[in-house]
């Protein structure tokens, strides 16, 4: 790769993956300038909020860890000053990281600094152009086994079949289907991401309330529980149900059973 500007390899840890209302807890970078000479930089960040259980086990990093860290403003023109004249890159930034730390800026009322025509190398992005993760591409990546080009139905049903015994084998992958879609889900409560587990409350992750909490609609819009319960697909009904109780309209209630 030939650089013309510095280009900074950037991840984030953050205390979910709802870019708009998640917050960052650890920015790490090296900057990698034309020279090949690079900057290396790292920082826990204060939150301001709780770290949840589960991003303490995924991370390492706990509540006490943060709680004497700079706040994201604090460390914001240390950050713009890595940022200001390089091109970026990372591992999922196009969708995540970027957006993520954008909206942080954002709610410092201050423009994401770049250079024109900043450039974003995402090698989750390359992975997809050059891997495309088709059936044949899992097959051979699981099992070493070429899918024949004039294949039928049946041919794929059997390759999935195969795939997926080994990946139960590989990832210890134990319990029934609906447990262990569950666990590959989570925090997420439906396949489609629109409710999302956080302690004992149900968020919504779509639409005009999102990063609202069912308990905080059915204050504020009872009328839209009523909405999602007659249009929503069945899958997100079904979990609705679970937590909301629908009695005749303007007096539906919440209740918060344990998220599985």
Known sequence: MRLERPLLFFDLE???????????????????????????????????????????????????????????????????????????????????????????????????????????VDAFEIVRHFEPRTLSWTLKYYLDRELPDAHRAMVDVVATEDIMREQILRYKLQGTPGEIAARLRHPYLDSGRRLRAEGEHVIICFGRYKGSTLKDITERDPSYLLWMNENMDREVVEILKQYVHFEKPGHETVTDPPIR
């Open 14 to 120: 953050t205390t979910g993956i709802d870019v708009e209302n998640d917050r960052i807890i650890e920015f790490a970078s090296i900057k990698v300038f034309p020279d090949r000479s690079k900057n290396k930089f790292e920082t826990l960040i204060n939150p301001e909020r709780v770290v949840p259980p589960e991003v303490t086990e995924l991370t390492g990093i706990r509540d006490e860890d943060v709680l004497t860290a700079p706040v994201f403003a604090d460390v914001a023109d240390d950050i713009a000053e890595l940022v200001r004249d390089a091109d970026l890159a990372g591992f999922n930034a196009i969708k995540f990281d970027l957006p993520l730390l954008q909206r942080e800026f954002e709610r410092l009322d201050r423009p994401f600094p770049g250079p024109p025509g900043q450039a974003v």
